[in-house]
């Protein structure tokens, strides 16, 4: 195991009625708030109603940023910050997924640099310091509520960065299953296939000894193997729902990583695809990651077939590591395939045409991977793999 310090400041609300906290958790902080918000779903479902009349009750005056739309755009962010500015805001709030959390995070922590917010992705500047940010997270996936990281789009050359920073961390965090009691099948497939993939990043990695470390791993996985079926069959099922919300946070808050370094290759490569063709992030994921698994099997067969003995339940017989653990990379994808997530990029209509583009610019960024540094061949030829 190595060496680790680990430090969570995000407040947690959780559970069913948790959102009428809201208003009086950001007058805690100010007064003015900025509530950014998506493409609408929050006023379909009287999220928004609700939301506004708290934080008003509560003596806040509310400004919007809304119409953040997924795979979010640094265009979206610039606004934000000038809206910000302009109206001298105090506090911000972002209801909905990943998206708009990244983008309110952006937001403020860009209200507080004097330079462009891009700057923080391209290493040229690091955010200092933000606004006090809140989030109602309305579905389940990213871990952004309680996590220091944040992905934005550039809209003019299309890459799709991250940004880690402990400024990052929101404040506070509104977690109340029954808001994500809306979130279409698709969406809610995405999400599944997010954070179950988080956990893949920091459970295949090369450190040795992480007993503890992989048992929380261990039962993230199991768990959402066994209560994605509930979710998908009755999306009203408020202990699935809370169940998979939780496992979202719990898989991207940095604390199945103390003491080892995830590998995170696949998500590099995936913030590729998805900036590029805007397909779904955990549609991206789902292609990807068999491909990875298989690529770099070879080079940490044991971990592979603990992974199919402990979380697929799969009797190793008298095969090799290897194959007992193959057999759990061909169940991982079956299982993709059985949730209604893709596997091909061709599925969603990825061709060769730009592979090797994006294959240059993923390698060119920096080493990528921790089980394997991939060269630009490495990722091409998962990339083809996946085709
Ligand atoms: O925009 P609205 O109308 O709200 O609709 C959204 C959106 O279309 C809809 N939705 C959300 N909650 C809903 C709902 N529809 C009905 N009822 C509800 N309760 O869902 C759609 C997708 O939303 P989005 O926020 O894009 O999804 P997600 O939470 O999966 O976020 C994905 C983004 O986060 C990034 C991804 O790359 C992607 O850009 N990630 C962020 C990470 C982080 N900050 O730690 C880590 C991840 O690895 C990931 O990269
Ligand atoms: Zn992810």
């Known amino acids: 195991m190595r060496n680790f310090e680990y430090w969570n400041p995000t407040r947690l609300f959780f559970g069913r009625g948790e959102t009428d906290r809201v208003g009086q958790e950001c007058r805690k902080y100010g007064e003015r708030v900025l509530l950014a918000y998506g493409g609408g779903s929050i006023k379909k479902t009287g999220l928004y109603d609700r939301i506004v009349r708290r934080l008003q009750e509560a003596g806040c005056s509310v400004t919007e940023l809304s119409g953040i739309q997924p795979n979010p755009r640094l265009s979206k962010v610039r606004e934000g910050v000038e809206i910000c500015r302009r109206e001298k805001v105090e506090v911000v709030l972002a209801v909905g ?12 922590a860009g209200v507080c640099y004097d330079g462009d917010p891009w700057d923080f992705f391209t290493g040229k500047s690091v955010p200092e310091r933000k606004l006090p940010l809140g989030t109602v997270l309305t579905l389940a996936a990213t871990g952004s509520e309680m996590n220091r990281n944040a992905v934005i789009t550039n809209d003019e050359t299309q890459e799709k960065l991250v940004v880690k920073n402990p400024v990052l961390f929101p404040d506070f965090s509104i977690l109340d299953p029954e808001n994500t009691f809306t979130v279409p099948k698709d969406h809610t497939v995405y999400g599944i296939v997010d954070m179950m993939a988080h956990v893949f990043e920091q459970y295949f990695h090369p450190v040795p000894e992480t007993p503890l470390q992989d048992r929380l791993a261990e039962s993230i996985m199991k768990t959402i193997i066994e209560y994605t079926p509930r979710v998908l069959e009755n999306p009203k099922d408020y202990d699935a729902r809370a169940t998979i919300m939780w496992c979202g946070t719990l898989a991207l808050n940095h604390l199945i990583e103390a003491g080892l370094t995830g590998d995170w290759a696949t998500h ?16 991206g994921l789902a292609i990807l990651f068999p491909q990875w698994m298989e690529y770099v099997l070879p080079l940490i067969p044991k971990k592979f077939a603990q992974f199919a003995e402990r979380v697929w339940d799969i009797p190793r017989g008298n095969r090799s590591d290897e194959d007992l653990g193959r057999a759990g990379i061909e169940r991982t994808r079956q299982w993709f395939r059985e949730i209604g997530a893709p596997t091909r990029l061709r599925e969603v209509g990825i061709g060769e045409e730009r592979l090797e583009e994006m294959a240059e610019r993923v390698a060119k960024r920096g080493p990528i991977g921790s089980v394997k540094v991939l060269t630009k061949e490495d990722i091409l030829t998962i990339y083809r793999r996946s085709l």
């Open 97 to 108: 997924g990943g998206s708009v959390i990244d983008t309110a995070k952006i937001v403020a």
């Open 268 to 283: 590099r490569m995936e913030l590729e695809l998805s900036g590029v063709y805007d397909i779904p992030h955990g549609a």
